[in-house]
């Protein structure tokens, strides 16, 4: 359809010498060790996740859940390090408190950043959402039936020690979510790998999108919570190879320990489920702007490198059970066809339907600096469920600095774009709106 507006719209040489050569030599040495040291590790990975067919390294998708990028060149030791000093918090927003009960000795603890709270227990660990509730509990290791534990509190830290088996389980309430973890003393009876077994309940339901991630469903479809970010590693800080598997009710993290230097950890995190974008990098502002209809969810980053262009922009375009059921996965990336530098794209969005618009404020048209754009794209355009640009709308009577798209909003096929600093009458930014179909 046509798009059109009919309105306003950083001394001793040789001492020196044997010094440095001694040096050389050490190092050669110790380079030559961690080389068939790597090569030993390698090869024992790869014998037993050879069958899985999954990833070895889980690394890229730790630093994303504790807000890293994945690309970011961290030496995989530093990253524990790193999430527990994003966990640590001076406020009591995350402390944990003991509950008054006879029966049962608990603790409990909010988590307003990811708008869940939840309680502790010998019996259990329980999180609750406005839109529904989960369960776990340990109930294997190795294979074996685990007795009831014994459980402490400190600070945002809760402990659960279980006797005679070497292995403590543990949780940090923080801004990053609901840190998981385990501490494994010593090796276990088997010898090809380490079982955990995790019993679950609740009426938030459990589906595995993923090696590493599952996805906590409520009633109506929506994710609600991830258990997600598996990252395991041993005493030398060394990554171990892990993935989940859930059996019905029975979420296993499974971990292959061979070469690794006891105690090894196992950390996975449970957070609130959110939205980022598969290309993001630091200071894009995804989420400036936002738009919901149904099960499509458009979301703008303004100030978003495009194609070189600094603070060009984009948007995102993500849609429900993308990538699995109740999964919310990006479907598309939306850029406008003629993007420059500092347009601002994705200052203002809005979707309904298989229509989508977002603004781009700061662009300029022909002569006219800063008047600012309007662009509008349709699902199944150049592809189905590819979202393509049909058309670009600018003010019939634009200037600059109007600011045209500061606001934008869709519905059906009629758009409103907003333009708040368009002089009118001699009116210094007295502002228009526009209306297009």
């Given at each position: 359809?046509?798009?059109?507006?009919?309105?306003p719209g950083?001394?001793?040489?040789?001492?020196?010498?044997?010094?440095r050569?001694?040096?050389?030599?050490?190092?050669?040495?110790?380079?030559?060790?961690?080389?068939?040291?790597?090569m030993?590790?390698?090869?024992?990975?790869?014998?037993w996740?050879?069958?899985?067919a999954?990833?070895?390294t889980n690394?890229?998708?730790?630093?994303?859940?504790?807000?890293?990028?994945?690309?970011s060149?961290?030496p995989e030791q530093?990253l524990?390090?790193?999430?527990?000093t994003?966990?640590?918090?001076?406020s009591?927003?995350?402390?944990?408190s003991?509950?008054?009960n006879?029966?049962?000795?608990?603790?409990?603890?909010?988590?307003?950043?990811?708008?869940?709270d939840?309680?502790?227990?010998?019996?259990?660990?329980a999180?609750?959402?406005?839109?529904?509730?989960?369960r776990?509990?340990?109930?294997?290791?190795?294979?074996?039936?685990?007795?009831?534990?014994?459980?402490?509190a400190?600070?945002?830290?809760?402990?659960?020690?279980?006797?005679g088996?070497?292995?403590?389980?543990?949780?940090?309430?923080?801004?990053?979510?609901?840190?998981?973890?385990f501490?494994?003393?010593?090796s276990?009876?088997s010898?090809?790998?380490?079982?955990?077994?995790?019993?679950l309940g609740?009426?938030?339901?459990?589906?595995?999108?993923s090696?590493?991630?599952?996805?906590?469903?409520?009633?109506?479809?929506?994710?609600?919570?991830?258990?997600t970010g598996l990252?395991v590693?041993?005493?030398r800080?060394?990554?171990?190879?892990?993935l989940?598997?859930?059996?019905g009710k029975?979420?296993?993290?499974?971990?292959?320990?061979?070469g690794?230097?006891?105690?090894i950890?196992?950390?996975?995190f449970?957070?609130?489920?959110?939205?980022t974008?598969?290309d993001?990098?630091a200071?894009d502002q995804?989420?400036?702007?936002?738009s919901?209809?149904?099960?499509?969810?458009l979301?703008?980053?303004?100030?978003?490198?495009?194609?070189?262009?600094?603070?060009?922009?984009?948007a995102?375009?993500?849609?429900?059970?993308h990538g699995?059921?109740?999964?919310?996965?990006q479907?598309?990336?939306?850029?406008?066809?003629?993007?420059a530098?500092?347009?601002?794209?994705g200052?203002?969005?809005?979707?309904?339907?298989?229509?989508?618009i977002v603004?781009?404020?700061?662009?300029?048209?022909?002569?006219?600096?800063?008047?600012?754009?309007?662009?509008?794209?349709?699902?199944?355009?150049?592809g189905v469920?590819?979202?393509?640009?049909?058309?670009?709308?600018?003010?019939?009577?634009?200037?600059?600095?109007?600011?045209?798209?500061?606001?934008?909003s869709?519905?059906?096929?009629t758009?409103?774009?907003?333009?708040?600093?368009?002089d009118?009458?001699?009116?210094?930014?007295?502002?228009?709106?526009?209306?297009?179909?």
């Amino acid at each position: 359809m046509q798009w059109t507006n009919d309105l306003p719209g950083p001394t001793a040489l040789n001492l020196m010498s044997n010094l440095r050569s001694v040096i050389l030599s050490a190092f050669a040495v110790l380079l030559v060790a961690l080389i068939g040291l790597a090569m030993w590790m390698w090869m024992a990975t790869e014998s037993w996740f050879e069958s899985e067919a999954v990833a070895v390294t889980n690394s890229s998708r730790f630093q994303q859940v504790i807000g890293l990028e994945a690309e970011s060149q961290i030496p995989e030791q530093l990253l524990p390090a790193i999430a527990a000093t994003l966990q640590q918090d001076s406020s009591d927003d995350y402390a944990v408190s003991r509950y008054s009960n006879p029966s049962e000795d608990v603790h409990v603890a909010p988590n307003e950043s990811h708008d869940f709270d939840m309680s502790f227990s010998s019996s259990g660990i329980a999180v609750n959402t406005d839109s529904g509730n989960f369960r776990m509990r340990l109930s294997a290791y190795d294979g074996s039936v685990v007795g009831q534990p014994g459980i402490s509190a400190y600070g945002s830290r809760v402990e659960y020690s279980y006797s005679g088996i070497g292995l403590t389980e543990w949780y940090v309430n923080g801004p990053v979510g609901l840190e998981q973890g385990f501490t494994v003393d010593s090796s276990p009876d088997s010898e090809n790998r380490i079982r955990l077994d995790i019993a679950l309940g609740g009426t938030l339901s459990a589906q595995l999108i993923s090696d590493t991630t599952v996805s906590l469903i409520d009633d109506s479809g929506a994710e609600a919570l991830r258990y997600t970010g598996l990252y395991v590693y041993d005493n030398r800080g060394i990554e171990l190879p892990a993935l989940l598997k859930l059996d019905g009710k029975i979420l296993s993290l499974e971990v292959d320990p061979a070469g690794a230097q006891y105690p090894i950890t196992i950390d996975p995190f449970i957070q609130k489920a959110k939205l980022t974008a598969s290309d993001g990098t630091a200071n894009d502002q995804f989420g400036v702007s936002v738009s919901v209809e149904g099960d499509t969810a458009l979301v703008g980053a303004w100030l978003h490198d495009t194609g070189g262009n600094s603070l060009q922009g984009a948007a995102y375009i993500f849609q429900r059970d993308h990538g699995g059921s109740g999964n919310w996965g990006q479907m598309a990336k939306l850029t406008a066809s003629d993007g420059a530098t500092g347009d601002r794209f994705g200052g203002s969005v809005s979707v309904n339907g298989d229509t989508a618009i977002v603004s781009a404020h700061l662009a300029d048209v022909s002569v006219n600096s800063d008047q600012g754009a309007a662009y509008i794209f349709e699902r199944d355009q150049g592809g189905v469920n590819n979202w393509g640009q049909v058309a670009k709308l600018t003010a019939s009577d634009g200037v600059s600095d109007d600011s045209f798209g500061r606001f934008v909003s869709v519905s059906g096929n009629t758009a409103i774009v907003g333009a708040n600093e368009h002089d009118v009458s001699g009116n210094s930014n007295q502002g228009a709106a526009y209306i297009f179909e």
